[in-house]
């Protein structure tokens, strides 16, 4: 129940905050809005303005429209959407992208002044044969420029690196924490390969980022768990699991099979075994056993709150606007130059799980979630291809340029490849979302 309305609440704002930019410009250039809707399909809600405008909810929130004043009878023609300049239909048809683009500065603004506990990027450990093994960037190191770009966070390093797929290198700065010596790696990236969908950028690279330790102590047991009716208990130290030594990531991925799973624990000095059969999270449509771990968190001096004054605050959204526009843009450039695999594109699976998470974690990351999100809608949008609005406002280049509209038939034509081609990419991202999940 959580996963769906944290994904329908995400979907739906964004949607309408990318069609309120639509509406918002077409009244102000004098169009009459016949229809402004939130999902496809079925009317579930409806309710009309005094100015005529329907106000529409409907059944599937995968996306919206405004529908305006075009060739309807009945109307003056000063308020239909094809009568006016090609500069307002410009304006009309970036305004949706834009809306996004405000929406992401906005919440970000929001973020930072109310502060972000994170941690520093400090490099904990540094996997052997790797690309940044060969750069021989130690541990301890703490990342502060990516190429130049500022970063203060793991996210924002992750982002940065995502962002040189298909370069030759890329130079990571920083010091030794606490430490005052400015120290440069340079890493080879010409034979890097990354999948998104299975490692993040910083294993693949090389990089174990400095974390709380996790240590082999049962924490908590949760009421009624597999792991209580097994006999296990708080403070039990796990040993071994499958007759393997014992790491918390094997115990997931062992549990995540269903099969029952053997664990030797050590409690008041004694050796005993227990077999816990995983069961079924309504939840979270996964295997758990209901234990959590112990941890040795981390000293002040790695972790850092990223919380600013109002107008620092609102620099610091515009900067992360900016370069996550950047960012976005490479990853999609590099998915067309064949640098980054299209296996790394997610889709609505993805993006639910993400918003569970961000949900789950608090309502800070969940809006910065909503940002990251809003962003990418927003340059999605502007991929030249009909029907997105990047397609719209090439035509209207060409309109622009010629004088003229191009013919109708030409229209229809771009629309119906765009279609095709934007329904491959959406079957395309759930088919990789679904051998993902």
Known sequence: MMATFAFLFLICVLVAVHEYGHFLAARICGVRVLRFSIGFGKVLWKRVDKKGTEWVVSLIPLGGYVKMLNDEEGFSDSERYDTKTVWQRMLIILAGPVAN???AIFAY?????SGVPTLKPVVGEVIPNTIVAQAKVPSEFEIKEV???????????ALALIGNVGSSQVTLSGNIIEQHYLQNFTLDLSHWVFNGNKENPLTSLGIRPKASVVEPIIKTVVKDSAAEQAGLKEGDKILQINQSPFDWRNLVKEVQKGDSVQLQIERNQQILQFDVQPLKSAKEARYVIG?????QLLSEKYRTNLKYDIITSLWKSLEKVTTLIHTVIQFIGNLITGDLSLNNMGGPIAMAKGAVASAETGLIYYLSFMALISVNLGVMNLFPILPLDGGQFILLSIEAIRGKQISLYLQQKFQQIGMLFVMVLMVFALYNDLIHF
Do not use: D, M
Not at 109 to 113: L, P
Not at 291 to 295: D, G, M, V
């Open 147 to 157: 190429n130049g770009i500022n970063v203060q966070s793991w996210e924002e390093v």
């Open 291 to 295: 234990i959590a771990p112990k941890y």
């Open 101 to 103: 683009f405000i929406f």
């Open 109 to 113: 603004w929001a973020v930072f002044i």
